[in-house]
């Protein structure tokens, strides 16, 4: 399954990219290449805080330039994988990178369906979303040392999010709300969910695996 999660701050996608990773890994015997260090600073790969702050304080030129860079390299490794999730990705840069990493150039070089006409038509979009007012109890219950989205901000990236959704060109989608889920709730439904967008590939191996 080639698969890319996408929506606001702290409404799942780290809670679901774990998740699926783990069933995967334990129903299907697959390990996905997973790769959710899309936002600045990146937190899965970038251990050190050291290294964290650097990324943090770089000119906004840079951060355009680095962030360009890596989802081009992304998108040939979900040209490479059959079996790859990535949390965020373009649509996460092309929502955030403006507005909070290099708001002087503005945009990113490519637009978000330059890249997606690179990627395989197997591809699935999952779009998360939870209510204002449960993203903010969230920031409050588990505040992010780098947090990304100010509470100022939740319904415009939610609602940026839900337009580049809406106008991506991947025709296997699906949207889930998360504001009453728990992390198994949400994988059920997702599970569930995501059936109808499976290639046969996948669907054989599900059905192989009795899942």
Same mark, same amino acid.
């Given at each position: 399954?080639?698969?890319?999660v996408?929506?606001?701050?702290y409404?799942g996608?780290?809670?679901?990219l774990?998740?699926i990773?783990a069933?995967?890994?334990?129903?299907l015997?697959?390990?996905?290449?997973l790769?959710d260090h899309?936002?600045i600073p990146?937190r899965?790969m970038?251990r050190?805080?050291e290294?964290?702050?650097?990324?943090?304080?770089?000119?906004? $030129?840079l951060k355009? *330039?680095?962030?360009?860079?890596?989802?081009? /390299?992304? !998108?040939?490794?979900?040209?490479?994988? &059959?079996?790859i999730?990535?949390g965020?990705f373009?649509?996460?840069e092309?929502?955030?990178?403006?507005?909070?990493?290099?708001?002087?150039?503005?945009?990113l070089?490519?637009?978000?369906r330059a890249w997606e006409?690179?990627?395989?038509k197997?591809?699935i979009?999952?779009?998360?979303?939870?209510?204002?007012? $449960?993203?903010k109890? *969230?920031?409050k219950?588990?505040?992010?040392e /780098?947090? !990304?989205?100010?509470e100022?901000?939740? &319904?415009e990236?939610?609602?940026?999010?839900?337009?580049?959704?809406r106008?991506?060109?991947?025709?296997?989608?699906?949207?889930?709300?998360?504001s009453?889920?728990?992390?198994?709730?949400?994988?059920?439904?997702?599970?569930?969910?995501v059936?109808?967008?499976?290639?046969?590939?996948?669907?054989?191996i599900r059905?192989?695996?009795?899942v």
């Amino acid at each position: 399954m080639r698969l890319i999660v996408i929506g606001t701050e702290y409404t799942g996608k780290t809670t679901l990219l774990d998740e699926i990773q783990a069933w995967s890994r334990d129903k299907l015997g697959i390990h996905n290449h997973l790769d959710d260090h899309f936002s600045i600073p990146d937190r899965q790969m970038l251990r050190s805080e050291e290294h964290q702050k650097i990324m943090v304080g770089l000119p906004g $030129v840079l951060k355009e *330039r680095f962030q360009r860079f890596q989802v081009a /390299y992304h !998108v040939r490794l979900i040209n490479k994988y &059959e079996d790859i999730i990535l949390g965020g990705f373009h649509i996460e840069e092309v929502v955030y990178g403006p507005r909070y990493y290099y708001p002087e150039i503005g945009r990113l070089a490519e637009t978000p369906r330059a890249w997606e006409e690179g990627m395989p038509k197997d591809t699935i979009m999952c779009l998360l979303t939870a209510s204002s007012d $449960v993203i903010k109890q *969230r920031t409050k219950d588990d505040p992010h040392e /780098y947090p !990304v989205v100010p509470e100022s901000d939740i &319904e415009e990236c939610q609602a940026e999010f839900e337009r580049e959704y809406r106008q991506c060109w991947f025709r296997r989608r699906l949207q889930i709300d998360t504001s009453e889920l728990t992390p198994d709730q949400l994988l059920s439904q997702f599970l569930s969910d995501v059936v109808p967008h499976l290639n046969e590939r996948d669907l054989a191996i599900r059905n192989a695996r009795g899942v």
